[in-house]
């Protein structure tokens, strides 16, 4: 761990221990920096945004975090351990996992078959208990079944269970993406756009969906997302980035009005 | 029924009756023959005829009597479960009984015996290649370890059939595990190479490792498999030691004893066939399908690639060991030029041509590939030609198989 990451997880321990924190952030292909210096974290229930203009490289921190790339420099310290260049499995193994830009779901298999993949590292039940249908196996498979109905409940998709993935409509693929990210139980939920594609009156369903999430299930939100309405309504701090580089960071009022924000967005005169 | 279905099923028949046309025609139909004057063109349209109305007819009649597509009540699902269970049982009572009818002469039941071997391997291998979508090109590497486990044990340690059938299962798995972790951490491709070059290095090290696999000449006069404890053979190889037909009161006859060998065949193949049915169903099976359809998404759920796939070919490869176990016992001989690459590649053709991920469509073309031959022996060097033509026809036509997999699905009862 690098010393500036060490500080600001001794800064932040004292005010709210952070259960993410990203230091000196660099990831580089070949001669093209596309992220450099990004640093920040992402406190206990705490709803988080990345936002920036395109390319600006918000994909790539996320593809950092989560393991599908490995970073070339810096820290990111998750639950007090340093997972940069860990495998994606790992990580998410931990309790980070996220959602796609463009959704990926097993398209073939139906809505409540996604759900049960997803428990895949739940299930403890052995191959032999399966294969001698023992009641332990039955009963591990019925568990896994009602936690589904449940998240299918949660996320109003309750009646098209038994449908193939692939034939849902847009919003209802970008929930199931919710829904079988959150029952792994993950500590850490990483939306990558969460909105884009949705109608106003789904963005407003989604805004109430993640506020609740972070209350009930207790689970921190780090997001990347174009959709200034939805980001300025639900995120306690935001990160703005632009060209790989941190800009400004805050709550959404002072970066609202930050001078670097405006210029990145609308353009210097 | 609507119009468009009644013109697709009325397509597809016409497609499958000149297909068929096409393989009979000149290879059934047309024969030439040396006589005093020369070559002589002797054609006989009766039999491909025959054939191509057969075929023509059962694709007309097939979807009338295959179970119910799509989005069906779940009434009728549940018919369609009982159905296939009624299915099932015909063709066990099937498996049983024929051998006592006229058509159980000795050949025809070795013939099947045979047929078993290669549903056995096929079976395992469509675990790999079907159900996880890694392409293995060397099953016949892990057939051929599974054998000399066997031979080798019953040869050195005097162990019989049924003690090391889960020993040639483990060790076929074992090596499949020591070649499988570091390549399956690669992308997909590699694995079909280097399968490829392991079935060669099994056959040649068996080849040429005298000392302990006796070369070229294999290693002989291997133990049948014992029933019910009782030997099957017409003399006991320990000193008074009792055969099951001295316990039966019966005179000892070559029938027989193929009889029992092509039982105990059966019984494998059931076996595995129920064991990987429970597998796919289960969620090691659900994994290797949504690994299939999407590796990304499984990894952002904390599912690790390697281990899911390395179960299945691992899984997939114990069972070619078993097959290769009762191989060794089943000849009471086992020779490294048994194990060539034509074996992995005929095992592969099998998965293909019956549907990968499809146990019954697998069966299916196993009895196919493998009795047909037998019958047809009369054009004995036209057959790497057939298949290679019902491949490309396959791929091009048909490419879900000849009986493809129906997807069980897991439902939400609402």
Same mark, same amino acid.
């Given at each position: ?269 | =029924? ?104 000795? $050949? ?173 169903? =289960? ?39 078993? $097959? ?55 054009? $004995?060097?036209?057959? =790497? ?30």
């Amino acid at each position: 761990m690098s010393g500036d990451a060490a500080e600001a997880v001794a800064k932040n321990a004292a005010e709210s221990a952070p259960i993410l924190s990203v230091g000196r952030l660099q990831m580089r292909f070949g001669g093209l920096v596309a992220v450099d210096g990004i640093t920040f974290d992402v406190a206990d229930k705490e709803i988080y945004a990345i936002i920036g203009p395109n390319g600006a490289g918000k994909t790539t921190v996320f593809n950092c975090i989560s393991g599908f790339y490995k970073p070339t420099a810096g820290d990111i310290v998750f639950d007090g351990i340093n997972i940069a260049g860990r495998s994606s499995h790992d990580i998410a193994g931990r309790g980070i996992v996220r959602t796609f830009q463009n959704v990926r779901l097993f398209r073939n298999m139906t809505v409540v078959e996604n759900l049960l993949v997803a428990q895949h590292t739940q299930l403890k039940t052995g191959l032999l208990h399966g294969l001698l249908n023992t009641r332990a196996y039955q009963r591990s498979e019925k568990e896994a079944l009602e936690r589904a109905a449940f998240w299918l409940d949660k996320v109003s998709l309750r009646e098209v269970a038994n449908r193939e993935a692939g034939n849902l409509s847009y919003g209802q693929q970008r929930r199931l993406e919710i829904a079988r990210c959150m029952i792994t139980r993950p500590q850490l939920l990483m939306l990558d756009e969460p909105a884009a594609g949705l109608n106003p009156q789904e963005t407003v369903a989604l805004d109430q969906l993640i506020r609740d999430l972070r209350d009930t299930c207790s689970v921190s939100v780090l997001l990347i997302e174009h959709d200034m309405s939805l980001v300025m309504e639900i995120s306690d701090r935001i990160l703005v980035m632009e060209y790989g580089q941190p800009i400004a960071e805050g709550t959404p009022e002072k970066v609202r009005n930050d001078p670097n924000v405006i210029r990145a967005y609308l353009g210097s005169e | =029924m609507r119009e468009t279905t009644k013109t697709k099923i009325l397509k597809d028949a016409f497609i499958a009756a000149a297909v068929t046309a096409v393989l009979t025609f000149p290879m059934v139909g047309m024969r030439l023959n040396v006589e005093s004057t020369g070559l002589v063109l002797h054609k006989n349209f009766l039999w491909p005829t025959v054939a191509v109305l057969v075929v023509f007819l059962a694709r007309l009649v097939l979807p009338f009597v295959l179970i119910p597509k799509v989005s069906v009540p779940a009434a009728w699902t549940q018919k369609a479960v009982d159905y296939k269970k009624w299915w099932l049982g015909a063709f066990v009572v099937l498996a049983l009984v024929w051998p006592f009818t006229p058509l159980g002469s000795g $050949a025809m039941v070795t013939a099947m015996t045979m047929a078993m071997i290669y549903i056995l391997l096929a079976l395992g291998l469509n675990i790999v290649v079907g159900y996880a979508g890694l392409l293995d090109l060397g099953h016949a590497a892990f057939y051929a370890i599974g054998a000399y486990t066997y031979a080798l044990l019953n040869l050195h340690f005097g162990l019989g059939f049924w003690e090391a059938l889960p020993l040639a299962g483990l060790s076929a798995g074992l090596f499949s595990i020591l070649l499988g972790f570091p390549i399956l951490r690669l992308r997909g491709d590699y694995l079909a190479i280097v399968t490829l070059g392991f079935g060669e290095i099994v056959r040649i090290t068996l080849n040429n490792w005298d000392s302990l696999t006796h070369g070229p000449d294999g290693i002989n006069n291997i133990s049948k498999p014992t029933l019910l404890g009782y030997e099957i053979t017409r003399r006991s190889r320990v000193e008074d030691g009792t055969t099951l037909w001295q316990a039966l009161g019966i005179d000892y006859n070559h029938i027989y004893q193929q009889l029992v060998l092509y039982f105990i065949a059966f019984l494998l193949v059931v076996v595995a066939a129920f064991l990987i049915s429970r597998l796919v169903k =289960m969620p090691v099976g659900r994994a290797w399908e949504a690994l299939r359809e999407d590796e990304i998404a499984c990894r952002s759920l904390a599912l690790n690639p390697t281990i899911i796939k390395l179960t299945a070919f691992s899984l997939g490869c114990m069972f070619a060991g078993f $097959a290769g176990a009762f191989y060794a016992a089943f000849l009471g001989s086992v020779t490294p030029a048994s194990f060539e690459f034509i074996e992995s590649a005929i095992i592969l053709s099998i998965v293909v041509l019956g549907g990968m991920g499809s146990q019954r469509g697998v069966i299916l073309a196993a009895l196919a590939l493998t009795l047909l031959p037998e019958f047809a022996r009369g054009f $004995a060097e036209y057959r =790497m030609l057939i298949f290679g033509a019902v491949m490309v026809l396959m791929m091009v036509w048909r490419p879900q198989g000849l009986w493809p997999a129906s997807r069980r699905r897991v439902e939400l009862p609402s």
